[in-house]
């Protein structure tokens, strides 16, 4: 049997995400959000081809190297760290593609998936959004329970869904969640 590129660069993301010193229970945090995320993308469009599951499993490629904290605080430096962050995830999932030999059309849609390229226009990169957004619900909401206030948290979470496509909200209601988080997502898609 050949080569398979794209077993090669799922387990090149898989190695450069494991990692990861934060955690998702007993795993590297973006090692388990790159998992939970291509599964989403796979419930969400089970026909989703290379280049968006790909996108979806290196949608947290290395973020803990640039943490939040290394830009300012407020609102313009969280959204600087974020354009920031995809612009970097796909400079370096290109390079990891090309690495295992993807071809260059998939490595190409790839990195637009994960810089968001045509987010409101483009299906697939709303499906990409879909699932990334249902996976910051399942790896980070509990955490962000305990140290926000509730009204606040649900505002945030009702942006999170303001970003989502219908099937992505309805899946929302889906996700397994602690009640204290799951109440949380209950009062943000009444809201919304």
């Known amino acids: 049997m050949g080569h398979d590129p794209v077993a090669a660069a799922t387990a090149a993301i898989d190695e450069a995400n494991r990692h990861d010193p934060n955690r998702d229970g007993d795993e590297p945090l973006a090692l388990a959000e790159g998992r939970k995320a291509e599964r989403w ?27 939040r904290t290394s830009y300012p605080e407020g609102r313009a430096g969280y959204l600087r760290w974020r354009r920031d962050q995809k612009t970097r995830h796909a400079r ?16 190409i849609r790839a990195t637009e998936i994960v810089a968001k390229r045509g987010l409101g226009t483009d299906p697939e990169v709303q499906v990409f959004e879909d699932a990334v957004s249902l996976t910051f619900l399942e790896t980070q909401l509990a955490s962000m329970v305990d140290r926000l206030d509730a009204d606040h948290l649900v505002g945030v979470v009702a942006k999170t869904l303001a970003k989502m496509s219908d099937d992505g ?20 898609l009444a809201s919304s």
Not at 97 to 107: F, I
Not at 170 to 188: C, H, K, W, Y
């Open 92 to 107: 370096e999932l290109g390079a990891l593609l090309a690495e295992a030999g993807v071809d260059e059309a998939t490595t």
């Open 41 to 67: 993308v796979v419930e969400l469009a089970a026909d989703a081809d290379d280049a968006l599951r790909l996108a979806a499993r290196a949608h947290h490629l290395r973020r803990w190297e640039v943490p």
């Open 169 to 188: 909200r309805r899946a929302a209601g889906t996700v397994d969640l602690d009640p204290a988080s799951a109440e949380i997502v209950a009062r943000a």
